[in-house]
């Protein structure tokens, strides 16, 4: 299984990026994102059922938004009101039976 995850780059403080995440196969029951700043371990910021049910790191709560297009089969975070802090690696996580998968992370700079 792989995961294609797009969409990082650098934007200003206060701005917005989305982020795209494409499994290779349908049916995870779980998808989320997670995020590795320089020298931090890494750390869950949302997730999202297949039955619809959202959840999110306290430090992004309405800020950023999950999302998932079953038809397309590709999931989504929206980042809004972006700060420095929110700079890192973002994984894309697919969680299925009683594995985890991870896509190869994508960069997200946010510069003050």
């Known amino acids: 299984v792989q995961l294609q995850a797009s969409g990082g780059g650098l934007v200003q403080a206060g701005g917005s990026v989305r982020l795209t995440c494409t499994p290779s196969?349908?049916?995870?029951?779980?998808m989320g994102w997670y995020r590795q700043a320089a020298g931090k371990q890494r750390e869950f910021v949302a997730r999202?059922?297949?039955?619809?049910?959202?959840t999110y790191a306290d430090s992004v709560k309405g800020r950023f938004t999950i999302s998932r297009d079953v038809r397309k089969n590709t999931m989504y975070l929206q980042m809004n009101s972006l700060r420095s802090d929110d700079t890192a690696v973002y994984y894309c996580n697919a969680f299925q039976g009683d594995i985890n998968y991870w896509g190869q992370g994508t960069l997200v700079t946010v510069s003050s």
């Open positions: 999202i059922t297949a039955g619809g049910e959202l």
């Open positions: 196969r349908r049916g995870f029951k779980i």
